[in-house]
């Protein structure tokens, strides 16, 4: 299983970018969920967003009403709407997969890098 995400960047405080992730070596209906985390210098990995299968969401505090998840009709890519960003936002974004196959650990992403200029 492979992810590629892209769309990273620089961008200035309040403005706008899109990650796109793009699963590879698993079949859609084997995905249970994908999402993105993220993880800035000195800090630990969080979670920024999520979607299962059934297209549940679940966002971290930080970025609610600001960033919007989604996934592809394929349901194999996943995208991060991301809007009115700040410069706490500056992190390397991470692709991740959580698929259905019992005792298997979550696939993740090369990572992106976002940075957001004051």
């Known amino acids: 299983v492979q992810l590629q995400a892209s769309g990273g960047g620089l961008v200035q405080a309040g403005g706008s970018l899109r990650l796109s992730c793009a699963a590879s070596?698993?079949?859609?209906?084997?995905?249970?969920?994908m999402g993105w985390y993220r993880q800035a210098p000195g800090k630990q990995r969080e979670m920024v967003a999520t979607i299962s299968v059934d297209r549940r969401t679940r966002y971290g505090e930080s970025v609610k009403d600001r960033f919007t998840i989604s996934r592809g009709n394929a349901r194999k890519m996943v995208y991060l709407q991301m809007n009115t960003l700040k410069p706490e936002d500056t992190a390397v974004y991470y692709c991740n997969l959580d698929p259905r196959w019992p005792g298997v650990d979550d696939y993740w992403g090369q990572g992106t890098l976002v940075t957001v200029s004051s």
């Open positions: 070596g698993i079949a859609s209906g084997d995905i249970f969920a």
